[in-house]
């Protein structure tokens, strides 16, 4: 059966990964009809939007996207088109698995966590102005819906495949209203599930503990802005940002993209590795139904990997983002 899905390659190295994962996916013989759309500064030059509505549109008919990252500008600019496409099909869960790969060098080799983001709300609501000259205010929003959604989908996650323990993060003891209900919620909803261990940390002392013992960690659910930042540590636990993926989940929609931005510092130079978007890619073709070909081209990657002659840059190797989609494909064909 033929898949057709939204392509939105991005900016900075979007394209270049976007292509290495189209590359494989085609070697690996999946069948998928691309609808490509634009987004950031590559579509404002030509819509005069940075997220158009030709592409909202193609997700919400496709209801499913891959995405590579897109650069949002700092401090002036457009507002982030990804925080955008989020709440435009109210994506509400950011989740990001996060486990060691066999032959990344990492300081540990047992990393299995699973992080539950909050997607929709949170101090990413946009909601800033400027009070008086030299003051400005920031809204951090949480609703008990969105707390209670996100909790639900950690919880349901977690025993739809055997989890033991959700640690929902927060700090409550400052923000007591915000967070106290993000924490309030996350306890209710853990009542109904009992065959969990529920446990509460605040973000802090969950950063401390996740660097020194990351074991003692499963699922962990959070607010958005925690959410970013821990699961960027997260990243840095298991070789970093170059291979861990991401899914933006939400009730008529997908969107698959990795964890990593536009990292315009190797943009254009063919060094990205193409580990992340391929892994967020193997989570899509699980949610279209497509198990056994994201399982061989997993093995396919985790033999490349593991015997680590062809590794890009960022894993400490020397080999170019198409030399590794090359690997990826050559082991597909041999059919490892
Ligand atoms: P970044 O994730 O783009 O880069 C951080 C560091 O990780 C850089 O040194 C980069 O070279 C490295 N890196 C990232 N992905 C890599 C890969 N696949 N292979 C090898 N090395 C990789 O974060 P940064 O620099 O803070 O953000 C750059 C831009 O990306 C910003 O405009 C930001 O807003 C945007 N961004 C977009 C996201 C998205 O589209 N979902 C997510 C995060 C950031």
């Known amino acids: 059966m033929s898949h057709t899905i939204t392509l939105i390659p991005g900016d900075g190295i979007g394209p270049e990964v976007t292509e290495a994962v189209v590359r494989i996916l085609h070697v690996a013989g ?154 309030r919620t996350s306890r209710d909803v853990a009542r109904q599930y009992t065959d969990i261990v529920y446990e509460e940390k605040i973000v802090d002392a969950a950063c401390m503990l996740l660097v020194m013992k990351p074991e003692q960690f499963d699922v962990l659910v959070m607010p958005n802005l925690y959410g970013d930042i821990v699961s960027d540590l997260c990243a840095g636990l298991v070789g970093g940002l170059g291979v861990v993926p991401g899914a933006n989940l939400g009730v008529d929609s997908a969107v698959f993209e990795a964890v990593h931005g536009s990292a315009p510092d190797i943009a254009g130079k063919n060094l990205a590795n193409p580990t992340a978007l391929l892994l967020s890619a193997l989570l899509m073709l699980r949610h279209l139904g497509e198990t056994s070909a994201a399982d061989r081209i997993q093995r396919a990657l985790e033999a490349v990997l593991a015997k680590g002659a062809v590794r890009t840059r960022d894993l400490d190797g020397s080999s170019t983002t198409s030399e590794f989609t090359s690997a990826v494909c050559a082991a597909i064909e041999a059919g490892v």
């Open 30 to 183: 999946v069948a998928i009809d691309w609808d490509r759309q634009e987004a950031g500064v590559v579509a404002f030059e030509r819509y005069k939007t940075a997220l158009p509505v030709e592409l909202l549109d193609s997700v919400r008919r496709t209801r499913v996207a891959l995405k590579g990252p897109v650069t949002t500008p700092i401090g002036e600019g457009f507002t982030s088109v990804n925080v955008g496409l989020r709440k435009a099909l109210d994506l509400f869960v950011n989740l990001r698995p996060v486990w060691s790969l066999p032959g990344v060098p990492t300081r540990y080799t047992n990393i299995d966590l699973i992080i539950v983001r909050e997607n929709t709300e949170d101090l990413y609501s946009g909601l800033e102005h400027e009070v008086v000259p030299g003051v400005v205010e920031s809204l951090k929003i949480i609703t008990e819906k969105a707390s209670r959604r996100i909790s639900e989908y950690a919880f349901a996650h977690a025993r739809r495949l055997g989890r033991k323990k959700v640690t929902a993060v927060h700090k409550a003891n400052i923000m007591k209203l915000s967070d106290g209900l993000f924490i």
